[in-house]
């Protein structure tokens, strides 16, 4: 399940964080709250951004028929 996290502390400081975006997709996730916020202070890339994306899973096979 993909979600976005939106944290704003007592001080206005807004935090954003993917959960279960894998890949570089989490940064394209986060890229239009930055817009809204005004400015980026600081990025920190999780383990997620590091895994493959999963984009589904196809099962083949084969089945042989002999006469």
């Known amino acids: 399940m993909e979600e976005i996290e939106i944290e704003i502390d007592a001080a206005g400081k807004v935090t954003v964080r993917t959960l279960g975006i894998k890949g570089a997709a989490c940064l394209d996730a986060v890229e239009a709250l930055v817009k809204i916020v005004g400015r980026e ?18 099962h083949l096979s084969q089945h042989l028929r002999t006469s």
């Open 41 to 58: 202070e600081s990025k920190e890339l999780t383990a997620e951004y590091y895994e493959q994306p999963v984009y589904g899973q196809t």
